[in-house]
């Protein structure tokens, strides 16, 4: 083989080479925004309208948003009412303190089912009216504070803009009533603080007035 037949085939060759690298090099930068694009969905957090649903207890003072697919007739706004029930079309009455959403939603689920065949319930809440708590006292920010979490002593000690210098700190107390009896449980600030005796560290439930004297 001449000279000039080595130099074409060389050439040749080179430029096969060029073209394999150039068509990896455009198949990977599209599969990376693919990649990407998988990897930050898989990551995506639970927003907290899900949180919320899942977790959240229903107190009177809620309102609730309420729909059933293909039925204008029954969507509408709900209030949970003092004594703890809605009343909702064709469901009657239902007893929803203490309930999640998702629970409402299943409850109505299967009233709704003797009359419409397979339908398809939503429920979510527009405005939480119900669960709060009170601090009062010697506090920065006295007040009541609505809540969707749960909520420790603490916690509502710090929404409450923590306590004034002239506080006594070690005589708080939590008022709380139950079935019609109201209890006072202790809360001594420094033992909490210094990682003792946590267990005074106790779930706010709404209602609850934290007092510092």
């Keep these: 083989m001449n000279e000039k037949a080595l130099k074409r085939v060389a050439t040749a060759l080179l430029l096969s080479i060029l073209s394999v690298g150039s068509v990896a090099v455009s198949a990977a930068g599209q ?4 990649t990407a694009r998988a990897a930050t969905a898989a ?7 899900n949180v919320l649903e899942e977790s959240y ?11 059933v697919w293909k039925e204008t007739d029954l969507t509408r ?6 004594d703890g029930g809605i009343t909702f079309p064709l469901a009657g009455e239902i007893d929803a303190r203490g309930m999640t959403v998702d629970g409402v939603r299943k409850t109505l689920t299967d009233r709704l089912r003797r009359f419409i065949p397979d339908p ?19 506090v920065n920010k006295p007040g009541e ?13 710090s929404l409450a803009g923590g306590t004034t210098p002239f506080a006594a700190l070690n005589d708080i107390v939590i008022l709380r009533r139950q079935n019609g009896r109201q209890q006072a449980l202790p809360f001594h600030y420094a ?20 007092v510092v004297p």
């Design 191 to 210: 033992k909490v603080a210094g990682g003792h005796d946590l267990a005074q560290n106790i779930l706010l439930q709404s209602g609850d007035t934290v």
């Design 57 to 67: 207890k229903l107190q009177p003072g809620d309102l609730l948003d309420v729909s």
């Design 43 to 49: 990551a995506a957090p639970t927003t907290s309208a």
């Design 31 to 34: 599969a990376a925004p693919a």
């Design 120 to 138: 398809v319930v939503t429920v979510a809440v527009k405005a939480i009216g119900g669960n709060r708590i009170y601090v009062v006292g010697k």
């Design 77 to 82: 706004e709900v209030l949970v009412r003092p």
């Design 145 to 157: 504070f609505p809540f969707s979490n749960s909520l420790d002593v603490m916690q509502a000690l």
